[in-house]
């Protein structure tokens, strides 16, 4: 009797914490779904949140992992889901036994959020897992974690935590894809589980949109609508700098939006350097304004688009070669979606969608990549580590006899 006893009171305590844990994942599951519901630009439309289901809380997937801080790691690009990539750096190793199994996966800061002062601390944490396709996201799933936990040399890694990226709900997100070092070889049964709602297409969030600063408004107003724009170069260090920075969205009806429109078709059509498109950071304006030569109509006339996004990307893949006005005397084969799905706004602010394929689309593809701070020569590293299947015998392409061939 004594031992039973002993034994009783021992397990209260723990079903009383194992009670208490579970309450808190419901109260941190049913915080985000408020948040969802508040927000109508969001991923999810509040509508939608009935769709959004998840794993029993199970303690046993709260584990605690020893920190193997990574010095000296370069900088590389992240490939999302959206056919982009984000700047990410490996920031540590994280060590841990997972159902008696020792598991490592890698701790990743976010290169642009580190700059700002409130997420300096931040730390991502993509993974996949044998729950991929069948119950949970089949891109993988996100943890959070923070500098600021590590304690002893030791973090808390939270499964029970797992969220869905953003493109698991809508089209046009740039998801990180959890690289390959991040992939665990058993099921991972809690946290989030697979979106069963109908997928978006992401909304245009004209709050988020700004106008240009003190110094974009210096360099518009520096010359009058016919003076051609100084073309900033990879060459210079300070000008890679703008190019390397992702732009804003510019608000559609700014008073120098026509000012910097007009001097941007100037520049690319300076006789000495013409292009087929042109971004606002290749002029050193940090906003999401192109002009793109429309090969695909009558005239191949000139178009100017504000705030362009890429909101889906054929699998099908073309290869043809490159140049940049950014970048001299430098011409290469780039692998690039054949079609596209174009999302911008106009003049007047209303939202457009449009389909484009050919090399039209190339052409949207590369401009839009410099909105990022993606140059063409990161698709050429990028693509070497793609593994890809020629179509030329199973697929017959053919054209019209006398057409252009870009």
């Known amino acids: 009797m004594r031992i039973v006893l002993y034994l009783i009171l021992i397990s209260l305590p723990l079903i009383g914490y194992a009670q208490e844990y579970e309450q808190e994942i419901t109260d941190y599951r049913e915080k985000t779904i408020a948040a969802f519901k508040k927000n109508e630009n969001g991923p999810v439309r509040p509508d939608q ?17 020893s920190v193997e801080v990574l010095f000296n790691e370069p900088t590389f690009r992240m490939p999302t889901y959206d056919g ?3 700047e990410y750096k490996r920031y540590a190793l994280l060590h841990f036994v997972l159902n008696g199994k020792q598991t490592t996966l890698t701790a990743y800061q976010n290169v642009a959020l580190f700059q700002n002062p409130a997420y300096q601390h931040h730390l991502f944490l993509p993974f996949t897992d044998l729950s991929n396709e069948e119950e949970t996201y089949e891109g993988g799933r996100y943890l959070d974690l923070n500098m600021k936990d590590i304690l002893d040399g030791k973090i808390t890694i939270d499964f029970n935590l797992a969220y869905n990226p953003y493109c698991a709900y809508s089209n ?6 959890p690289p390959k070092e991040n992939n665990i070889e058993e099921l991972i049964p809690v946290g989030e589980k697979k979106y069963k709602g109908t997928k978006n297409e992401r909304t245009v969030n004209k709050n988020m949109a700004k106008n240009f600063n003190e110094t974009e408004i210096q360099i518009i107003n520096s010359a009058d609508r016919s003076t051609l724009m100084h073309v900033y170069q990879i060459t210079n260090e300070e000008e890679l700098a703008v190019l390397r920075k992702p732009s804003e969205d510019v608000k559609f009806d700014d008073p120098l939006l026509e ?3 007009e001097r941007m ?3 690319v059509n300076d ?3 013409t292009g087929v498109g042109i971004a606002a950071p290749q002029v050193g304006i940090n906003k999401n304004l192109i002009w793109v030569q429309r090969l695909d109509k009558d005239q191949s006339p000139f178009e100017f688009y504000i705030n362009p996004k890429i909101v889906w990307r054929s699998k099908l893949i073309r290869v043809g070669a490159e140049g940049c006005l950014s970048i001299p005397d430098i011409k290469q084969d780039v692998h ?4 596209i799905r174009l999302q911008y706004e106009t003049k007047t602010g209303e939202v457009i969608y449009e389909n484009i394929e050919g090399f039209t689309a190339v052409i949207f593809q590369h401009e839009v990549d410099h909105l990022y701070g993606i140059l ?3 698709r050429i590293h990028e693509q070497q580590n793609i593994e890809e299947e020629p179509l030329k015998e199973k697929v017959n392409f053919l054209i019209e006899k006398g057409s252009i061939i870009p």
């Not at 046009?172 to 894809?177: L, N, Q």
């Open 376 to 378: 063409f020569p990161d």
């Open 336 to 339: 690039r979606s054949y079609a």
């Open 172 to 177: 046009g997100y740039r998801c990180p894809k």
């Open 265 to 267: 078709f100037v520049t």
């Open 84 to 86: 982009t990539s984000n």
């Open 49 to 65: 949140t009935k769709f959004l289901s998840y794993y029993p809380a199970n303690i046993n997937y709260r584990v605690q992992a």
């Open 271 to 273: 006789p000495a350097h």
């Open 259 to 261: 000012t910097v429109a």
